[in-house]
């Protein structure tokens, strides 16, 4: 699995000691529910009626014994024994002490894994099939493509406050086990007549209150341009998703009534703009990604 290496540990170290420093100031009084509230959700953390719940990630549901031994432990000292699997692979705690939270992050930290991005209106958690790296019928391992499309996600400056929360899937399988279709990206390994491998993108699914299918906005595209098509995708959904209405704000929405068409038409103009440039990702990446696997 991938293993962090300086940069990602310094990250997580110093979300912490930001994370700390917050709770400390929200707690005596220097900050207002209001100014605490976006600082503790990009920190997976929610105020609901009885506890604080805290929402752990676990990119693509891999975990190490490690990991999962600290869980357990993080369970049984500061909550009551037990958590939550999610449907997005992640963890959640239901009764830590909002004053143990950036202790629960620090003991999180030391096995690199966070809460970053679990919660609030931007990329959560990356998914993927849970096979990948041993379903026998894998054009490619997905994995790598999941571990690249989180630190892709993971503090993009430009997607920190989306008009709603963003879910992406990946599968390098025909069978859908990543549900693909209900995500508001979907990415799909495929090959084209030449044989080379590349992605069919969805855009627009989702569950909840309004369940939609995705639909196909590119057939196939690139595997070096996935990172450039991404930014298109939500380029166009940040400058034209709604956040005067909560129901009506996830890009499912905004897929529906500009219709296909439309949405497609920006986004591609969009790509051409992105296309070739700093996020295209080269096949060195993707092998040195996949030598963790």
């Known amino acids: ?113 966070h809460a970053i991005q679990t919660s609030g209106n931007c990329v959560r958690n990356i998914t993927s099939d849970h096979f990948a790296g041993v379903a026998g019928d894998e054009l490619v391992d997905p994995r790598p493509y999941a571990e690249l499309f989180r630190q892709w996600s993971t503090f993009h400056p430009e997607f920190a406050y989306l008009p709603r929360k963003f879910k992406i899937a990946v599968s390098g399988s025909p069978n859908d086990r990543a549900a693909t279709l209900v995500h508001d990206i979907g990415v799909h390994a495929v090959r084209n007549a030449d044989g080379d491998v590349g992605f069919r993108v969805l855009v627009g699914g989702g569950m909840g209150r309004t369940p939609i299918i995705g639909h196909v906005i590119r057939d196939f595209l690139p595997r070096q341009e996935v990172l450039n098509y991404f930014d298109a995708i939500l380029r166009i959904y940040n400058r034209f998703g709604r956040r005067d209405n909560i129901y009506k704000a996830r890009i499912k929405i905004l897929v529906k009534e500009m219709t296909l068409p439309v949405f497609a038409g920006h986004v591609e103009a969009e790509w051409e703009r992105l296309r070739g440039g700093a996020g295209t990702v080269p096949d060195e990446e993707i092998e040195r990604l996949a030598s963790f696997f």
């Open 1 to 113: 699995m991938y293993k962090y290496d300086h940069i990602d540990q310094r990250f997580v170290d110093e979300r912490v000691a930001q994370f700390r420093d917050q709770t400390r100031r929200f707690l005596a009084g220097e900050l207002t529910e209001d100014e605490f509230r976006p600082l503790r959700l990009q920190n997976g953390l929610y105020i609901q009626k009885y506890a604080p719940m805290l929402r752990v990630a676990i990119p693509y549901g891999l975990l190490s014994t490690t990991q999962l031994r600290k869980l357990a432990h993080i369970g049984r000292k500061y909550d009551r024994g037990y958590g939550h699997f999610t449907t997005r692979q992640n963890i959640q705690f239901n009764w830590p002490r909002l004053e143990d939270v950036p202790d629960i992050l620090a003991e999180l930290a030391s096995v690199e894994m």
